[in-house]
């Protein structure tokens, strides 16, 4: 393959990259709840309660969290409804919440997110099985910005994000080829 001289901006990567993960983004969330629904049963957990610990997997997965954090995370839901799922997601002793007003996963909430994170991954592989080809062409974008963050000097530089080199899967992932 040759290498084109057309160079990328951070920017333009962004652009490129953005609108296709986003989709995924929508793809997967209103999917999960249907393909969790037995885990969410097994815990004894309500709809909100398995977003919610879904949304917090991200914002909290090894940390405390305050609860300016958790606001912030679900700015767009009724303050009410993030409460009766936090304190839902403390009484099925998932999270742990502190005298302070912090919460944290415990051991369970841990194993849990990963079993989120299975159902998540199985999806996100099926979204996907149709799509090697742009799979590869994001994998590669996100290698080379990623490889770029990580140079010396710590910034992308123009010359480091060309189009036209080979995709590099990251090691052990999911993706075709990978």
């Known amino acids: 393959m040759s290498e084109t001289t057309e ?3 951070p920017a333009a990567v962004a652009a490129a990259v953005a ?3 986003d989709r ?4 997967v969330a209103s999917r999960v709840p249907e393909r969790a629904r037995d885990l969410a049963v097994r815990l004894n957990l309500s709809p909100q309660g398995l977003q919610t610990l879904a949304v917090l997997r991200n914002a909290m997965p ?12 679900f700015v767009y839901t009724l303050h009410q409804q993030v409460e009766a799922a936090v304190a839902e997601l403390v009484g099925e002793s998932l999270i742990a919440a502190h005298e302070s007003g912090t919460v944290a ?3 369970r909430g841990r194993e849990v997110v990963a079993e989120l994170y299975a159902v998540t991954g199985l999806l996100v592989d099926e979204l996907w099985a149709d799509h090697e080809d742009l799979s590869n062409k ?9 490889a770029a963050r990580r140079a010396p000097g710590g910034r992308p530089s123009r010359s480091r994000l060309r189009r036209g ?6 090691p052990r992932c999911s993706w075709p080829n990978g």
């Open 138 to 146: 994001l994998a590669a974008l996100v290698h080379r910005a990623v």
């Open 62 to 73: 090894d940390r405390v969290v305050d609860r300016a954090g958790i606001d912030a995370v």
């Open 24 to 27: 995924l983004r929508l793809a």
């Open 19 to 21: 609108p296709v993960i």
């Open 165 to 170: 080199n080979p995709p590099v899967p990251p």
């Open 105 to 107: 996963l415990n051991d």
């Open 7 to 9: 160079v990328l901006s």
